[in-house]
């Protein structure tokens, strides 16, 4: 078993920065891909970024340019690092890591920008 948890949401001004950490414990051997996703209200979970172990990158079209993702594998975490947000960022983002074919899921952190 994996477990997932993440932190660092909060409520920002638009054109502002924040910075996510998800940490992953357990039987953690073996994760190759972590990913952000988030899910505003009304919608779909939609993919933000991911990164490999091999720190290959991919990111939605409404991340690039803004946000960046990494890893610090030593400390089993994953980052994602949030700049020139904007109030359609708003969204309860979820960390996603993959151990083989099943993908373990924290429990989210509100993140919210204020026009």
């Known amino acids: 078993q994996v477990q997932v948890v993440e932190s660092g949401g909060g409520l920002v001004q638009a054109g502002g920065s924040l910075r996510l950490s998800c940490v992953a414990s357990?039987?953690?051997?073996?994760?190759?891909?972590m990913s952000w996703y988030r899910q505003a209200p009304g919608k779909q979970r939609e993919l933000v970024a991911a990164?490999?172990?091999?720190?290959?990158?991919n990111y939605a079209d409404s991340a690039k340019g803004r946000f960046t993702i990494s890893r610090a594998d030593a400390k089993n975490t994953v980052y994602l690092q949030m700049n020139s947000l904007k109030p359609e960022d708003t969204a309860v983002y979820y960390c996603?890591?993959?151990?083989?074919?099943?993908?373990?899921w924290g429990p989210g952190t509100q993140v919210t920008v204020s026009s």
């Open positions: 990164i490999t172990s091999g720190r290959s990158t």
């Open positions: 996603n890591a993959r151990l083989g074919n099943v993908g373990y």
């Open positions: 357990g039987i953690i051997f073996g994760i190759n891909t």
